[in-house]
């Protein structure tokens, strides 16, 4: 399946993600069923203890939120940037790229939060400003290889310009889980093991469609800002004609 790198318009960049997502939803699914599976499984089987129950729920949070999910985001924007520019991939190849980048990337990430966060404290603005600066920062760390505080300007210089759009996308992208999520909490009440269950479904669709959006509206940056669409159209040619 082929796909246009190109600026796009907002709806386009949405339209896009979906497309990524609905083309290959059984390796997205498997990918974040790895890291949200078993967590979500293993909460539900030691929750009905009441002694354990509040501990346990802080652990596997902590797991699914520093460990699992960070993993799982990486994954799939590898498996996602393969198959945007046309090449093959499987739920091993990504989690084994993933986990080859995992503490550059959790390193990385921290060191954004720490910087987010002295933001929020100094002034709400600065923090608000680098929650958007930092909106491409996974892609970059995943497609380009570039760490820390690289990593945090080179999202800055891509997002530059792009502010409002980011926004929207955000908007958009959380208003379509929540509605998800109220969905799943009244399935929950029915069922709870079916429950952790679709909520487990959920989330891997979720980070899916997420990551899929971001790293079409990644692409989307790079070709606005370094015509990156020509550069890859060069490559195919001349791949091809090789």
């Known amino acids: 399946m082929t796909y246009e790198i190109r600026a796009m318009a907002f709806g386009e960049i949405l339209d896009t993600g979906f497309r990524l997502l609905r ?26 203890d009441p002694a354990t129950a509040q501990l346990a729920s802080g652990v596997a ?21 393969e198959l945007y520019v046309g090449r093959s991939t499987s739920v091993g190849a990504a989690l084994r790229a993933a986990l080859a980048i995992v503490l550059p990337l959790l390193g990385t990430q921290l060191l954004a939060s720490l910087a987010m966060l002295a933001g929020f404290v ?12 930092f909106m491409l920062l996974v892609p970059v760390v995943v497609v380009e290889r570039v760490y820390a505080g690289r990593a945090m ?29 109220v969905a799943l909490g009244l399935f929950a009440l029915a069922s709870p093991l079916g429950g952790a269950i679709a909520q487990s479904v959920a989330q891997a669709i979720y980070a899916a469609f997420q990551s899929a959006v971001m790293l079409v509206f990644y692409f989307d940056a790079r070709c606005r800002k370094e015509a990156f669409d020509l550069d890859h159209l060069a490559g195919v040619v001349e791949a091809r004609v090789a």
Request: hydrophobic share 60%; no cysteine.
């Open 153 to 181: 300007g080179r999202s800055r210089e891509l997002m530059r310009g792009n502010f409002l759009r980011g926004f929207g996308l955000m908007i958009v992208v959380g208003l379509l889980y929540s509605v998800v999520a």
């Open 23 to 48: 083309d290959h939803v059984g390796l997205l699914l498997g990918i974040g069923l790895a890291g949200t599976l078993p967590l979500n499984v293993g909460l539900w089987a030691i929750g009905n």
């Open 61 to 81: 949070f902590l797991l699914l939120a520093l460990v699992a999910m960070p993993i799982v985001g990486a994954a799939t924007i590898h498996a996602l940037a």
């Open 122 to 133: 100094l002034l709400i603005v600065p923090g608000i400003y680098l929650v958007f600066a």
